[in-house]
């Protein structure tokens, strides 16, 4: 989840937020649109743009759901947007057909778009309206076109790495091949970004979108080295069952005096005033505020949402999970059927990770 992002409510039973980087770009598009279209032309293909966004976010977020596979949130930003899955897909087949929902939603709409501006241009139709479709077809098929290029985290490296995955069956050196075509893709995209800057034209965006991919390239590498370090371990076996519940109503200094209903866990989930599991608050959380406040804050005022936390099903391989683990609240929320079971406790998870790092890398 990243920092200083808004949400903006619940579609398709998924969450949306916009990050403020989102906001920047969307001033810039729009001061770049309005010297040549005008506007109101502007304010039409700014919204153009989020809505290719969205709706490929969204291809990949109801595909997912077709494999038994929820999405916690979808976010805008700067460089795109970011459909959070609560895990990964199992078999090669989800891998690839969640990867490339994406892409074949935005190729199939903005072909649809093409072919309804050129109607409409040989209809002798308002030429503002001809330019607004023309501008959304653009949109959506560069998008297609961009997110099948063959390099993770790109959906074009998803599809690769689905594909080799059922090749040779082994899921972890499917995602070390895909890092691989990641990073080449993603220098690829800064000395192309260079060069064009170079030669007077703007190239920045080239090189943000570059480095992005190499980062998140070397993520997916890590990720697999984890995977592999930890083998088939199950979710199920370092979960703490029988999580201590509480109300709205519940400040920090009454919970620290019940000490013992957090047990071994460390965690308590809070309800919110409809009765609903609204987020968890971590032990450590509490005792960080200070004794003189803590009669006066109340857990709602420091519980994370659950769904800015991972979660997991019971019978989930933990190494499915674990990369997606913030350092800063590192805690495993454990589901069955949609109904909250227990966590990863932190202590569980900081063990886990430190015997990842600890442990010698295996040799490829």
Do not use: C
Request: no cysteine; proline share 5%.
């Amino acid at each position: 989840m990243l920092r200083g992002s808004l949400s903006v409510g619940r579609f398709l039973g998924t969450t949306v937020r916009i990050h403020w980087t989102a906001f920047v770009i969307a001033g810039l598009l729009a001061l770049f649109l309005v010297e040549d279209l005008g506007a109101v032309l502007a304010v039409i293909g700014v919204v153009s743009f989020f809505g290719a966004i969205l709706l490929h976010e969204f291809a990949h977020a109801l595909m997912s759901r077709r494999f038994g596979i929820s999405t916690s949130s979808i976010e805008l930003w700067g460089l795109g947007g970011l459909a959070r899955l609560d895990k990964d897909p199992a078999t090669p087949r989800a891998d690839g057909w969640i990867a490339a929902a994406g892409p074949l939603s935005n190729g199939i709409v903005g072909g649809l778009a093409a072919l309804a501006a050129w109607l409409l241009d040989r209809a002798v139709a308002d030429e503002d309206v001809v330019v607004s479709v023309a501008w959304f077809a653009a949109v959506n098929l560069a998008l297609a076109a961009f997110n099948v290029l063959p390099g993770s985290p790109l959906d074009g490296g998803r599809i690769f790495r689905a594909i080799r995955w059922a090749q040779h069956g082994q899921r972890y050196r499917a995602m070390r091949e895909a890092a691989i075509l990641g990073n080449i893709v993603g220098w690829g995209l800064v000395a192309l970004g260079v060069s064009f800057m170079l030669n007077g034209r703007s190239g920045v965006w080239l090189v943000a979108s570059g480095l992005f991919i190499i980062v998140s390239a070397r993520v997916e590498a890590m990720a697999a080295i984890v995977g592999e370090r930890l083998g088939p371990a199950k979710v199920n076996q370092f979960t703490w069952f029988g999580l201590a519940e509480v109300g709205p109503d519940m400040d920090v200094d009454s919970m620290l005096w019940q000490r013992t209903r957090l047990g071994e866990a460390g965690v308590v989930a809070v309800r919110g005033a409809r009765g609903t599991l609204d987020g968890i608050v971590l032990e450590d959380e509490m005792w960080a505020v200070p004794s003189e406040a803590r009669p006066w804050t109340m857990l709602t005022q420091l519980m994370a949402p659950l769904d800015r936390v991972p979660r997991a099903d019971i019978d989930d391989d933990l190494a499915s999970v674990l990369p997606a683990v913030n350092p800063l609240r590192p805690v495993i929320t454990v589901w069955k059927q949609g109904r909250l079971l227990g966590v990863v406790p932190p202590k569980v998870v900081r063990e886990r990770i430190r015997s990842l790092v600890e442990s010698p890398a295996p040799n490829y």
